[in-house]
């Protein structure tokens, strides 16, 4: 099958009899459960304590002087020679009695609006690798073609509720224009919200403008019903970049959601210890969410959290570790003392789709759920570390989902449900395979997988002894096949076609523009 092959039909949890991949229907996931918390109240003050000591003493390092004109007017002490700003406990409490503790993202499908925080749970489509690699053509470098097939699975598969920051960067294309192309795809092959390029402000604003027409709205409108949200990385250890300021900048200005995300690696970009790195990324963090304040007071903030360690014979990032999910864990408890919505990942260090790649995932996947995590990004399709997009882990990955989704859902708890007639109905010794409780629930009593293979050996041999990963290749395609591009009003479709070519000119003109 060709890369780009579409056409067929989208088919729900209600319609498996046609032939289409079996799947959940689209839903809002809620963790009806109480977060997990390792840390006792007297351990979290201390974290909290020492990373006030890290903004206060040591401060952050900053490349923008338009960060440290906005820090200096609200009184933090700015060297503008070292290019550091230190930041007391006073300012960090302003800041975040002025944050929403949740917030909703609405793309141009009203119907999958995205809500974040409280104990909703939304998963998000990988973002940012280089590479790309499938078991038909290989691992190869980041194209297009590739990327506008991702959208389309991201569409198809209901658990996938948010697109991340260029699933795959599309190489091929001029860096400082590509994000037009992505964003372009992201709006026109799904209806899903996505997260902006926030390199700069002019990325930022053109992923705004164009959610604003595909939305049928002004920019205007979309200050109280954001669109479009953005991950702002800080280069840990304590450094913030100019390019990253102005991204941040410009999402807080127009009130789009930004979530600051340190990416924190023990024994690399913090010291080896997980409570050094907890202060680190909170410190961190931290600096970001006043930012956001100080630049527009009451826009949607994330706490976000990456830490993870690194092996410390290679210095190769690891994910999906035990502290990696002890990290996931602990920073939830993290946002939730500051009323934050939490943002984290569920990555592994996995070269290939095999074992390791199954295991870490699901390893980081129940830290970021006991955690209490709101959004986990890069929930479908990362590997090798982030630096490959695989078609057949965006599969795996969303067998995880589903099976995550499944487990939250409240367990029926009525009369019929505790089954004392059905008990009764049968002789001891019997069995319950034709009782009337079971026939009346036998196509929905449990959760049906899509990637999974449960039959007995010689069926299972006699059907081709495939394994799970032919099995992945084989249910990709068949979602290439049956994916249904969303439809879009012409008219919205002409403006950012007019946009988009308007914007190319610009920055061919003006390439740093």
Known sequence: MTQDRRGGGRRSKLERSGGGITQLPWQHVENPYPPMQLLDEERMERLHDTSMRILSELGIRVMSERVMDLFASAGAIVDRDEKTIRIDESLVREALRAVPSSFTLTSRNPEKQVHLGGNSLVFGLVAGPPNV?????????????????????????????????????????????????????????????????????????????????????????????????????????????????????????????????????????????????????????????VLTQLVNPGTPVMYGAFTSNVDMKSGAPAFGTPENAKANIIAGQLARRYNLPYRTSNANASNVVDL????????????????????????????????????????????????????????????????????????????FFGAEHTMSRYTTAFYQPMLSNWQNHGAWEEAGGKDALERATELWQQALHDYQEPALDPAIREELDAYVARRREEIAANPEG
């Open 133 to 289: 690699h499938d078991r038909i053509n290989g691992r190869r470098q980041g194209n297009l073609p590739d990327y506008q097939n991702f959208i389309r699975l991201a569409h198809h598969f209901n658990a996938i509720h948010i697109i991340g920051n260029q699933v795959v960067a599309p190489m091929e294309l001029p860096a400082n224009s590509r994000h037009l192309d992505t964003y372009y795809a992201n709006l026109t092959l799904s209806d899903l919200s996505f997260h902006c390029t926030a390199i700069g402000r002019a990325r930022a604003m053109d992923g705004i403008n164009m959610m604003a027409i595909a939305r049928g709205i002004s920019v205007e409108a979309m200050r109280t019903s954001p669109g479009v949200t953005t991950i702002i990385s800080i280069n840990s250890p304590r450094l913030f970049d100019d390019a990253m300021a102005e991204g941040l900048i410009a999402m807080a200005e127009h009130g789009q959601p930004v979530t600051v995300t340190p990416f924190t690696l023990m024994g690399a970009m913090t010291p080896v210890t997980l409570a050094a790195a907890l202060c680190q990324q909170n410190a961190e963090a931290l600096f970001g969410v």
């Open 356 to 431: 390791q790649a199954a295991y870490e995932t699901e390893m980081a996947t129940w830290g970021a759920v006991l955690g209490g995590a709101n959004l986990i990004y890069h929930a479908a399709g990362w590997l090798e570390g982030g630096l490959t997009a695989s078609y057949e882990k965006l599969v795996l990955d969303v067998e995880i989902l589903q099976n995550m989704m499944e487990f939250l859902r409240p367990l029926p708890f009525q009369e019929d449900d505790l089954g004392f007639e059905a008990i009764k109905s049968v002789p001891a010794g019997g069995h």
